[in-house]
């Protein structure tokens, strides 16, 4: 990817339509993909597990919309206490802008705006090959269970800062616009 042609941006308001479109898009061949992300988005984003600082846009040059990532809270629950975590999901990139590096500027820019913002961690259900390049290890590591017992090697989980996700020991609870 030329740094000079991506530009990453959070989302307004007027991108939605076009993000719901990449969202789309970057799933349409996703064979573990029910291709409801774009509808995942839409409901997050009415929720106050919401951080609009943390949907971010990747714009070409031509001020087309690329790419998008979208963090949001999720609790971590355990019988001492309640913390906060984010989830990344989705993170989507249009398949004509695929394999150029918009996916890693986007998880990066992501965790700069998340430590910005003085979170601790962030949970993903992904690819251990893809996102172990930014530092993501099984979440268990950490003593944090997410609620997919049949893709345990896919639950990943990274500190955002050395040892923060030491205190954050327990069971992940997505809001319920995850499961419907």
């Not at 929720?47 to 714009?59: D, G, H, K, R």
């Not at 910005?116 to 944090?144: C, H, Q, T, W």
Request: glycine residues 6%; aromatic residues 8%.
């Amino acid at each position: 990817m030329n740094n000079d042609t991506i530009f990453i941006r959070q989302e307004t308001a007027s991108d939605i339509l076009k993000t719901q479109k990449v969202i789309q898009e970057a799933f349409s061949n996703v064979k573990e993909s029910d291709q409801s992300e774009h509808e995942l988005v839409n409901k997050l984003r009415k929720l106050p597990q919401f951080i609009p600082e943390l949907s971010l846009v990747a714009e070409s040059i031509n001020r087309e919309i690329v790419g998008h990532v979208l963090l949001s809270e999720v609790q971590v629950v355990s019988n001492k206490r309640i913390g906060k975590l984010l989830a990344l999901a989705p993170l989507s990139v249009s398949p004509a802008w695929q394999k150029q590096g918009i996916g890693s500027a986007l998880v990066n820019a992501a965790h700069r705006e998340a430590t910005r913002l003085n979170y601790k961690g962030i949970v993903v259900l992904g690819n251990p090959g893809y996102y172990s390049r930014f530092g993501y290890v099984r979440a268990s590591e950490f003593g944090i269970m997410m609620p997919f017992p049949d893709h345990m090697d896919c639950c990943l989980a990274i500190a955002l800062q050395p040892n923060s996700l030491d205190d954050m020991k327990g069971d992940i609870v997505y809001p319920k616009v995850f499961f419907e």
